[in-house]
Nanobody, 119 residues
Framework: QVQVVESGGGLVQPGGSLRVSCAAS????????VGWYRQAPGKERELVAT???????NYADSVKGRFTIARDNAKNTVYLQMNSLKPEDTAVYYC?????????????WGQGTQVTVSS
């Protein structure tokens, strides 16, 4: 019904920038919210940022002012621009799409993309 695929992770030095992408396919008009989450080794998955169909955004306190979530509707893609990266931002970043289809709500996850911040 809905699938998402992340891309754009990699290795970056502290203070650097990186942009990760989440491309959606399938019944994309049913998507209400797209979110970026991350999971560091030994830690639980945590919310990073979300963006609604109407463009409303929400950020975790730890990334406010450094990360920006945005969407390109023509490309069915949501981006997470990450600036002033810190070693503690190192994690696997996952995209999640929440949708409603035929009055049933659901969500799907991507496979994740590794972001490593290290000198």
């Amino acid at each position: 019904q809905v699938q998402v695929v992340e891309s754009g992770g990699g290795l970056v030095q502290p203070g650097g920038s990186l942009r990760v992408s989440c491309a959606a396919s399938g019944i994309v008009f049913s998507i209400n919210v797209v979110g970026w989450y991350r999971q560091a080794p030994g830690k639980e998955r945590e919310l990073v940022a979300t963006i609604t169909r109407n463009g409303r955004t929400n950020y975790a306190d730890s990334v406010k002012g450094r990360f920006t979530i945005a969407r390109d509707n023509a490309k069915n893609t949501v981006y997470l621009q990450m600036n002033s990266l810190k070693p503690e931002d190192t994690a696997v970043y996952y995209c999640r799409a929440d949708y409603v289809l035929n009055d049933n709500s659901g969500h799907c996850w991507g496979q994740g993309t590794q972001v490593t911040v290290s000198s």
